[in-house]
Nanobody
């Protein structure tokens, strides 16, 4: 099992930036990709983007393309850089990991989840 811990959330004004980090530990040797998801109040969790762990291929939801970027750091970490934030980006952001090579680019197949970190964008 992969253990994930997110950090970096907070309060920011619209137009600002935040950087989230996700640290993976445990059985990471089989990890194929990591992803970021957002759950807004009263809504279902939605896919933000994902990165393949070995090849570094990255995919994004249309709503964040051009504003958000995902990268992999050292020591099995993944980061989500969020620029030009909007109030509708508010929510709890979750990091997730998948061992499967299928579906990860569209947010499918993620079986390990972090506890989430709150991001609030004020207008």
């Amino acid at each position: 099992q992969v253990h994930l811990v997110e950090s970096g959330g907070g309060l920011v004004q619209a137009g600002g930036s935040l950087r989230l980090s996700c640290a993976a530990s445990g059985r990471t040797f089989g990890m194929y990709a990591m992803g970021w998801f957002r759950q807004a109040p009263g809504k279902e969790r939605e896919f933000v983007g994902s990165i393949s762990w070995r090849g570094g291929s990255v995919h994004y939801a249309d709503s964040v393309k051009g504003r958000f970027s995902i990268s992999s750091g050292s020591a099995e970490t993944a980061e989500l850089q969020m620029n030009f934030l909007k109030p509708e980006n508010t929510g709890v952001y979750y990091c997730a990991a998948t061992m499967s090579s299928s579906g990860w680019s569209t947010g499918l197949g993620f079986g390990s989840w972090g506890q989430g970190t709150q991001v609030t964008v004020s207008s």
